[in-house]
């Protein structure tokens, strides 16, 4: 009984730590100005999947796709992640959060988009969390169903708005 509290202990201890990290990263991104410490939060191999674009693979590519976002006029990204689930071994966890991204429409009007993400951390041989994959979309429109299942034939056809899914792609950057 004794070790498994220890456990909880431990593991309620890494939530806290994983939980404040993540919010250091969101506040280093919402500012927008110290791009090595933005990159920092990220594994040397991380994978982020911006909707409506290839996957954005490693530092490089990462720091390209974070310069861009921060060139976007008007461009401001906030976030906060609450659930953490951690891998049995507790060197990987899985986070959910919610996101807000900014920016000004063609006319110069700022418009933000909500959206929801998961995020894969990895604890480095340093012992530091790093985010290893970073995925995230918009919120559903308010006015679309929600479907429970496919269609017969498979597949569901999802009205977008492409200057919308462009401009939202652009954006977040994995975190940013």
């Known amino acids: 009984m004794r070790e498994e509290e220890n456990r909880r202990a431990v593991q309620e201890s890494e939530r806290t730590r994983l939980l404040q990290r993540d919010a250091e990263w969101a506040t280093a991104s919402s500012e927008g100005r110290d791009i090595e410490r933005i990159l920092s939060f990220w594994t040397d ?8 674009l290839p996957a954005v693979v490693g530092k490089t590519a990462l720091r390209q796709y974070v310069e861009g976002s921060l060139q976007i006029p008007g461009f401001r990204i ?9 891998s049995p071994d507790g060197n990987l966890a899985y986070m959910l959060g919610r996101n807000a991204v900014t920016m000004n429409a063609p006319d110069g009007a700022s418009v933000t988009t909500e959206g929801r993400a998961v995020t894969i951390w990895r604890r480095e041989r340093d012992g530091e969390w790093r985010c290893a994959l970073d995925i995230w979309n918009a919120d559903p429109a308010a006015k679309q169903p ?27 950057g994995g975190g940013i």
Not at 45 to 52: E, F, H, S, T
Request: charge should be negative; proline fraction near 14%.
């Open 146 to 172: 929600v479907l429970e299942s496919p269609p017969l034939g498979g597949g569901y056809d999802v009205p977008r708005n492409p200057s919308t899914m462009s401009e939202t792609s652009r954006c977040r």
């Open 78 to 86: 906030t976030w906060a992640s609450t659930d953490v689930t951690f």
């Open 45 to 52: 191999d991380a994978v982020v999947l911006p909707p409506g």
